[in-house]
Structure formats: C-alpha cells, structure tokens
C-alpha cells in the first residue's frame, strides 16, 4: 500500500500584532511547525475511532527561547517553554476552528491575547486543556517564530492556526 496518497502540510501558525488605538497592523509572521509525535497520532488515529475525539483545543504563546522535538509535550509547556500568561483573558484563547476545502483554520475567530504587561515570546502552541500554565493534555502544534516578538500593553496579539490535508492528485 502507498502512503503517498495524502500529505499534511502540517499547521500553520499567524501571529498578528495590532496597535490598539488604532487597529492597525504593525507585524505579522507565519510560520509552519513540526507536529510533535503525540499530535501526529491523534491525527492519524481519530478520525477512525482508534482514540477518542477531543471536542477542543486552545491556543498559548511561550516565552522561552525553545526548539520543539518529537517528544514535546504539555508537560513542557509551563517550564521548559514559559507559557506567556500575562494577558487578560482568564483562559488560555479557544481554538475555534472551521472546515473548508481541505483546511481547519480559526480565520473567522482568531484567537485573542491582551497583553497587560509587555513581554517577549517565542512562538506559539495548541494544546486540549484550557487552563493558563497547565501542564496536561494533548499538545497537538507548537512553533517557534523566526525572531522573538516583543509584546506591550498597547498591543493585541492575535493568533490564526491551520492545518491542511492535501490531496496528491
């Protein structure tokens, strides 16, 4: 049997900063992650049955200068990346994602960080447990930015992720 019949490219991770009083755009970055191994199998094993669904997922930002591996779990994510916890919204932001032509994307709703004091982060993670600084659950994407970005209490940060399944023919 081929297992070259479907590829997945993987998420995608968008991190927008905005000025708050005007609204405007002042960075963007997008970047593509390694899934770590936990992720990949969920991915390949849920749309079968073989594990259970989980019904959602939420969206952080680190603080560490980390590379993520294979193994990378949530366990990593309060220590080890330094979940950025200074915003506020009282849980970590829902990944509210929709389906269209191949992608799960959260483009309609983006997820939302009000930094309330300024601080600077690494990258960007989806993880199943919503509550800021966990260390459980399932984490399904983390990615680290090009360069580290530099958050203030006059910016919002807000954060697009995306996965696409692309068909070979």
């Not at 390694?34 to 094993?45: K, M, N, S, T, V």
């Not at 969206?59 to 994510?77: E, R």
């Amino acid at each position: 049997m081929s297992h070259d019949t479907l590829n997945i490219l993987g998420f995608r991770h968008e991190l927008q900063l905005f000025d708050r009083r005007t609204g405007e755009l002042v960075h963007r970055e997008v970047k593509h992650n390694r899934i770590p191994q936990a992720g990949l199998d969920f991915l390949a094993q849920a749309p079968f049955g073989d594990v259970a669904s989980i019904p959602a997922f939420y969206c952080g930002l680190f603080t560490k200068n980390f590379l993520a591996s294979a193994n990378t779990s949530a366990a990593d994510i309060p220590a080890i990346m330094g979940e950025f916890l200074d915003y506020s919204e009282p849980t970590r932001p829902e990944w509210l994602r929709s389906y269209n032509d191949g992608t799960y994307d959260n483009l309609a709703s983006k997820a939302v960080f009000t930094p309330t004091k300024d601080a600077t982060v690494y990258g960007s993670f989806i993880v199943s447990n919503q509550t800021k600084g966990a260390n459980s659950g399932l984490l399904l994407s983390v990615v680290r930015f090009s360069t580290a970005k530099q958050l203030s209490v006059d910016l919002d940060a807000k954060l697009v992720c995306g996965i696409t399944y692309i068909p070979t023919n």
